[in-house]
T-cell receptor
Framework: AQRVTQPEKLLSVFKGAPVELKCDYSYSGSPELFWYVQYSRQRLQLLLR??SRESIKGFTADLNKGETSFHLKKPFAQEEDSAMYYCALSGAGSYQLTFGKGTKLSVIP | DSGVTQTPKHLITATGQRVTLRCSPRSGDLSVYWYQQSLDQGLQFLIQYYNGEERAKGNILERFSAQQFPDLHSELNLSSLELGDSALYFCASSVGGLSGGRTDTQYFGPGTRLTVL
């Protein structure tokens, strides 16, 4: 069975401080990992995926297969980063996404 | 705007009733996915359709069913509603849906909030 765990329901950081949103997963094969974000009053949208290895809005995430983690990081938090963040996993050959329960990031001005 | 539309935005009904939620995918997308988001369970995958055919099933109750029509819009039917079915129901769409290869980016709709009283 595949599972995604986001251990923090709420994370508060000051503007300009580093941010790390944790995501641990359980999957027996080679998964695809994603981070989705939901800003206030907006729909869920893809932030980044591990395959792309890109930085979006200053966020990066590295897939650590040894530790089965896909933590989301940003060196300097901005107020506009305040949102709900969901880590998601897709198994090999599957388009179905398994989501974590989400972490609410609050950036304090 | 991702282009996925869902109607209605809100739905309030009573236990035992039946409701239909509607989703129109982005232009050109062949796959439609349904998710349920509740406070205790988070976002859970229910079912996927690709070009009119059921492709994958998740944690969908037998009281729930879905279909995708020739024009690619999809409907999620919820029957014999219970208090615990109160949740936000999301629809998402993607270009592909066939197994193998990279997972398509899924584009989400705004959701339908169902309240069962």
């Amino acid at each position: 069975a595949q599972r995604v765990t986001q251990p923090e329901k709420l994370l508060s950081v000051f503007k300009g401080a580093p941010v790390e949103l944790k995501c641990d997963y359980s999957y027996s094969g080679s998964p695809e990992l994603f981070w989705y974000v939901q800003y206030s009053r907006q729909r869920l949208q893809l932030l980044l995926r591990h395959i792309s290895r890109e930085s979006i809005k200053g966020f990066t995430a590295d897939l650590n297969k040894g530790e089965t983690s896909f933590h989301l990081k940003k060196p300097f938090a901005q107020e506009e980063d305040s949102a709900m963040y969901y880590c998601a996993l897709s198994g090999a050959g599957s388009y179905q996404l398994t989501f974590g329960k989400g972490t609410k990031l609050s950036v304090i001005p | 705007d991702s282009g996925v539309t869902q109607t209605p935005k809100h739905l309030i009904t009573a236990t035992g009733q039946r409701v239909t939620l509607r989703c129109s995918p982005r232009s050109g997308d062949l796959s439609v996915y349904w998710y349920q988001q509740s406070l205790d369970q988070g976002l859970q995958f229910l079912i996927q359709y690709y070009n009119g055919e059921e492709r994958a099933k998740g944690n969908i109750l037998e009281r729930f069913s879905a279909q995708q029509f020739p024009d690619l819009h999809s409907e999620l039917n919820l029957s014999s509603l219970e208090l615990g079915d109160s949740a936000l129901y999301f629809c998402a769409s993607s270009v592909g849906g066939l197994s193998g290869g990279r997972t398509d980016t899924q584009y989400f709709g705004p959701g339908t909030r169902l309240t069962v009283l």
